[in-house]
């Protein structure tokens, strides 16, 4: 990763060569000895160990530096706080401070040294930390938490101070919360509710507040650990330890960057192998908003697209808003998993129904038509005019007596319903009492999901308050749009692993065969000409055109007579991005004469460009396809990427391209495809015949191994086009661009 001391695994080239030639060096990454978290060139992680957090979170011994007990005193609050903090947890709590003998009542020690024990968890209230944080090691205390700011969030000065504090908690061997965060983590948890849990990570403790509120509503939320700006323990560490606590049922996380993009994915499969949720804020999807993050935290915040790309390929669900966040935690924290993913809408008016019925499909849910046996008898209850298909529009009159409780009970004994909506526009007793009355009790005799949106903008109804909010088995909402949201991300996260395999599994073992051929073609430095470029996909097992590099008119001749008529010709250099542009390509070339003169008109313009030319490529002309682009990046945060897209010119007018971050199987492959908006003309459209859509997935596959394998020695790679031929003959790289580092 370019300019950072946290990352993936970089692999420098006597470790490569170690590698290619079969010994096994200790793995290393940036210069120091691995940790938990990091990867090795294939994309496996070295070390798959959980931070225990237990003594963090409920430490038997507490220590507060900087203690204080005078009024008017910021340290004073916090210390407070601490204490019945402390008190709840059930740890023992010594004050420290040089100068007080005690804080409030109880005995202070002048140091660190002076504890009467050793500590679980150390809280610094002090300006400067790093003297403490060596203090602390002497005296083997396990956690420590600096709320102090002026670090990376300030600029270049204040991260250098945070790479000194980080240096010193790696020394240490204690684990470090911060700096710039807060009290979050010891706040008032209620105790009596029921039920999974949401644990909640934040970068920003102030945006965590909505989902910490959820508890009023009766929803229980078990951690919060704000990671503030991450020096030592980060995002990834607590949603590793959280993913693993029985009691949660779902982890709501506010980001503004990462500190390590492969951490953090690494800990979003843990999650994804147990099935607990994971719903996310990621700030970033502007400039101006990533600007902001980092100027609060000191986080990267990443390319929004591999960001995108990235948590998805994990089963992280991205959402925007805070109540969105909410809204879609609560529900994933509590629902069972589905029976069906058909949803029913269920309303007491045709238009409501309607317009909740054109949302939901907008948004991707599958709104079966109910069978007409299924509808003939909700037309008992429901009068014949009115439509019972899917929505199902009651009239309004049914849901004041017992016909309101049939017709629900009947709509979720369909074997293809695995949602009912409801929405409540508006409390119109008694008729809304009764109907949310009837839904709490269906509810609790089905284990298919039935939500509600009570859509008063009030909120002060019994029917809600009481009723409604009193229900652990109904989703209430206030909004379609998050209701919606919260189902699309419910089923598609049950969808999700309840098939998942872990891509890190998948990942290669071992380097393979082509990785030693590889070598010999990189030139660090350096963009490597088309030529040479084609050689390194021919390593991979990517098929190029016939071709042959040539370096005469004679010899241009000959290569065309066994390459076969038709021909194009080509430059072929290193400096040569853009050969198009320039009019160094030669297309549909029939004949001896044709070939002699393309040559000497292509070095023409080269010595004119003051290009310099390793030959002349003569290549099998390659015609009938879809062109498509494959790629290799490095972002920032996650390491080597891999993009694919519809290609040629189309690449830069249309940008239809999608990312995936390796390693990751055929199945996400194939989703990247899926995501294209382009993607039917794989599918075969106006007569042309289908794409070998198979070969298009392998090559994507082959140039992920040569990613992960080659590392950050290949910067960046683009085969554009590769011409994915009909169905069964394959995919050819027509045209490559390497540049090595």
């Not at 492969?262 to 804020?281: H, I, M, Q, T």
Request: charged letters at 20%; hydrophobic letters at 45%; one cysteine or more.
């Amino acid at each position: 990763m370019l300019g950072s001391t946290h990352g993936t695994l970089t692999t420098d080239s006597r470790r490569a060569r170690a590698i290619a030639c079969g010994e096994r060096p200790g793995p290393v990454v940036h210069g120091r000895p691995a940790k938990d978290g990091d990867l090795d060139v294939s994309g496996r992680p070295l070390h798959a160990g959980v931070p225990d957090l237990d003594r963090f979170f409920r430490p038997r011994s507490v220590a507060v530096i900087g203690a204080s007990d005078a009024e008017g005193r910021p340290n004073t609050g916090i210390t407070r706080q601490l204490l019945d903090w402390a008190e709840r947890v059930g740890a023992r709590l010594h004050p420290v401070h040089p100068t007080r003998p005690s804080v409030f009542g109880i005995p202070c020690s002048p140091s660190v040294a002076g504890l009467p024990e050793q500590v679980d968890l150390a809280v610094v209230l002090v300006g400067d930390p790093l003297p403490v944080i060596e203090e602390l090691a002497e005296a083997k205390t396990r956690f420590a938490v600096v709320f102090a700011s002026g670090f990376a969030e300030t600029g270049p000065e204040g991260e250098a101070a945070q790479l000194r504090l980080a240096a010193a908690v790696e020394r240490s061997g204690l684990r470090l919360l911060g700096p710039n965060t807060n009290l979050n983590a010891f706040e008032r948890f209620r105790d009596d509710l029921q039920g999974p849990a949401i644990a909640l990570i934040t970068q920003s403790g102030h945006q965590g507040r909505p989902v910490f509120a959820l508890q009023e509503l009766g929803i229980r939320v078990s951690h919060w650990a704000p990671t503030g700006n991450e020096a030592d323990l980060d995002s990834a560490d607590f949603l590793s330890w959280f993913a693993e606590q029985p009691e949660v049922g779902a982890i709501a996380c506010y980001l503004e960057g990462l500190k390590d993009g492969r951490s953090f994915l690494l800990a979003a499969d843990r999650a994804a192998r147990r099935g607990v949720p994971v719903v996310a804020v990621k700030v970033g999807r502007t400039e101006t908003g990533a600007r902001t993050a980092a100027s609060h935290t000191g986080r990267l915040t990443g390319a929004d697209a591999v960001v995108d790309a990235a948590l998805r390929q994990y089963g992280v669900i991205r959402v925007d808003g805070l109540d969105e966040l909410q809204d879609t935690a609560a529900l994933l924290a509590r629902a069972r998993p589905p029976r069906a993913d058909g949803v029913v809408v269920y309303s007491i008016s045709g238009g409501t129904g309607a317009h909740v019925a054109d949302l939901a499909t907008a948004a991707g849910l599958s709104l079966p038509v109910l069978s007409e046996a299924r509808q003939a008898e909700l037309h008992q209850w429901i009068p014949e005019y009115l439509s019972v298909a899917n929505p199902v529009d009651n009239g309004g009159h049914p849901v004041g007596d017992e016909r309101g409780r049939k017709i629900i009970d009947a709509i979720l004994g369909d074997p293809e319903v695995g949602v009912l909506i409801c929405p409540v526009t508006g409390p119109f007793p008694p008729l809304s009492d009764r109907l949310v009355r009837d839904l709490v009790d269906a509810a609790e005799q089905t284990d298919k999901l039935v939500c509600v949106v009570w859509g008063s903008p009030v909120g002060t109804e019994a029917a809600y308050r009481e009723v409604l909010l009193g229900s652990s088995r109904v989703a209430t909402f206030r909004t379609v749009g998050n209701c919606l949201t919260a189902v699309r991300a419910y089923l598609a996260h049950h969808r999700f692993t309840a098939g998942y395999r872990s891509p890190f599994d998948e990942a290669p073992r071992t380097p393979s065969p082509s990785y030693r051929k590889a070598q010999a073609l990189m030139q660090p430095g350096r963009q490597l000409s088309e030529h040479a470029a084609k050689q390194l996909l021919r390593a991979y097992g990517i098929r190029v055109p016939r071709e042959q590099l040539v370096s005469s008119a004679a010899a241009a001749v000959r290569a065309a007579g066994l390459v076969g008529y038709p021909v194009v010709m080509k430059a072929s250099g290193a400096r040569i991005a853009h050969k198009t542009e320039l009019g160094l390509v030669k297309v549909g070339l029939t004949s001896a004469s044709q070939v002699r003169d393309a040559y000497r008109e292509l070095t023409d313009i080269a010595r004119y460009e003051d290009v310099a030319l390793d030959g002349v490529l003569v290549c099998q002309m390659v015609e009938q396809g879809v062109e498509m682009v494959v790629g290799v990046a490095h972002d920032d945060l996650f390491g080597p990427t891999v993009t694919v897209g519809l290609g040629g010119v189309l690449v830069e007018v249309l940008r239809d391209t999608a990312v995936g971050v390796p390693p990751f199987g055929e199945e996400q492959a194939r989703d990247m495809l899926a995501g294209l908006r382009g993607r039917a003309l794989l599918d075969g459209v106006r007569g042309r015949p289908a794409a070998d859509l198979d070969a298009l997935v392998e090559v994507v596959l082959r140039v992920q191994r040569m990613a992960l394998e080659l590392g950050d020695r290949l910067a960046e790679l683009d085969i554009n086009p590769l011409m994915v031929l009909p169905q069964g003959q394959g995919a050819v790289a027509l045209d490559a661009l390497a540049v090595c580092r």
